[in-house]
């Protein structure tokens, strides 16, 4: 295993924004002969970087982006944003400055209210803002997922998977974060459109600065998105270093076989869009064009 790098991650920036370490949780805690759900992890998000974490079903990878939300705590170990323990920060202000992204966007939404109503909730909440302005914030908002205002009138059921994709990210963005926890925002949505919001996450995070926790089983869209990766194996880290190191170099067996995984040029429907095909020299180096 390559050990965390903590040093480093800390000399690029000061503080990182996200740090956790040795965090250990269990959702059996009576059953003493139970395998832990996570055990002694460690990585740092650094702002306006991309981490990826990667892993297969019940590797604690969900479990990962419950705490760092604040929704459970760790049996051992701290989480820390800018500094400080995530329980020593203001609730409200935190769950403002770290917002997530789901992997159903249509159970992210409420199916009573128009897109524009819940749109416009999160400002009355947060900065108690006029009507007019909070219109002006959401127009905003929607352009910068391409879409229009017209949108704002529907409910969630007469819109598209991909577009209530965007919808959830323009309600995170009204609030102004730091910090998005996107827990495999792409896996239920098709081909072209896992593109689609792949670049729009990429594009926010150049033009605004945020920093990306980017949970997912697919290591393409990690290798697309992230500057670095984590590799969970039943609840451990097994190895996590600079996007280059983990896929051209990986150390753990396990990463080399979700390497192996990754379909071959002929195999796969489409690309992601901004990157060419997926090559014949090998799923090394193929998850990195």
């Known amino acids: ?32 002969s139970a395998r832990p759900t996570l055990c002694d992890v460690s990585f740092a ?71 524009g109503d819940q749109l416009m909730e999160p400002l009355l909440v ?11 914030r959401v127009a905003a908002a929607l352009e910068s997922v391409g879409l229009s205002m017209a949108i704002a009138a529907k409910l969630p059921r007469h819109i598209s998977g991909g577009q209530a994709q965007r919808v959830t990210i323009a309600r995170a963005l009204l609030v102004e974060p730091e910090l998005l926890i ?8 098709d081909m072209t459109v896992q593109a689609q919001i792949l670049n ?16 997912s089983h697919d290591i393409r869209a990690i290798s697309y998105l992230c500057s670095e990766i984590v590799v969970l194996h ?9 996007r280059e190191d983990v896929l051209l170099r990986p150390a753990a067996e396990y990463t080399r076989t979700l390497l192996a995984s990754v379909p071959s040029k002929t195999q796969r429907s489409a690309p992601v869009a901004g990157r060419e095909s997926l090559s014949s020299e090998g799923p090394e180096k193929a998850v990195l064009q």
């Open 1 to 32: 295993m390559q050990p965390f790098d903590r040093e480093n991650a800390f000399n690029r920036d000061g503080w990182p924004l996200l740090d956790l370490n040795g965090v250990g949780f269990d959702y059996h805690r009576s059953a003493a």
């Open 45 to 115: 998000v650094s702002k306006g970087q991309a981490v990826g974490l990667i892993g297969q079903s019940g590797s604690g990878k969900s479990t990962i982006a419950k705490l760092v939300l604040g929704l459970a705590r760790p049996r051992q170990g701290t989480i820390s944003f800018e500094g400080g323990p995530v329980t020593h920060h203001d609730l409200q202000s935190f769950r403002r400055r770290v917002q997530p992204i789901f992997q159903n966007p249509m159970d992210a939404l409420d199916p009573r209210m128009t897109v």
């Open 126 to 136: 947060n900065f108690r803002l006029p009507r007019s302005e909070r219109m002006e």
């Open 182 to 189: 996107c827990d495999e925002p792409v896996s239920a949505l």
């Open 200 to 215: 729009l996450l990429n594009e926010l995070r150049e033009r605004r600065g945020l920093s990306l926790l980017f949970i």
């Open 234 to 242: 039943r609840g451990r880290v097994v190895e996590s270093g600079l």
